[in-house]
Structure formats: C-alpha cells, structure tokens
C-alpha cells in the first residue's frame, strides 16, 4: 500500500514512516505530525493511587499522534512534540 503524507504528500519510506492520526485518520509523518505526550483516550487504567486507606485503579494516559488540524482542535495546550520517539530516546548519530 501506499501511503503519503496528509500535509506534504511526501510518500513513505522506511526512512519516513506514517503514522496515522487517532482523532481523523489522516497518514501524518514525524516532521508534520504531532504526539500529544498524555492523551486520556489512552490510557491503560494500569495506574494505581492511595484514597485514604484504600487502593483505587487511576488511568495512566498514554501518547498519541495527531495531524496539525487535530492537535490544534482536540489539544490546544497540551504538551506536545514532533516525532514519535521521545527526545531523549532520540540516538546520537557519530560525528565523521
């Protein structure tokens, strides 16, 4: 299948994968596309807190990639980034 950009219509590549916004649809790359770091529509409901003597389940959310239009619409405000892996899981490439 082919799948291209929604904003740039740049193809895919392996270089260049898609992602796919979870509010529209639309195939985003990493350069156009935005990962909201805690969407609640992801949660795991793996979390746990203290409510007075008692443990309750508390959802632990999740990231999410969005197009710009979305990002802007659904999560104006939120903590936000482009690419998908997060900064500081980003490698260094080795200077030559």
């Known amino acids: 299948m082919n799948v291209s950009c929604g904003v740039n219509s740049e ?3 392996a270089a260049r994968p898609m992602f796919v916004c979870h509010h ?3 195939p ?3 350069e156009h596309g935005w990962v909201v770091t805690a969407d609640d529509a992801f949660d795991d409901g793996s979390g746990q807190r203290s ?16 197009c710009p239009r979305c ?3 659904f999560h104006k405000g939120a903590d936000r980034r482009h690419g998908w892996a997060p ?3 980003q490698q260094v490439g080795s200077q030559a």
């Not at 409510?51 to 969005?66: L, Y």
Request: hydrophobic share 40%; net charge negative.
């Open 87 to 89: 900064p500081w899981a």
């Open 71 to 73: 990002a802007e619409e």
């Open 28 to 30: 985003v790359c990493e």
């Open 24 to 26: 529209c649809g639309m």
């Open 51 to 66: 409510r007075g003597t008692r443990e309750i389940s508390a959802p632990v959310s999740r990231a999410a990639m969005h």
């Open 11 to 13: 193809a895919e590549t």
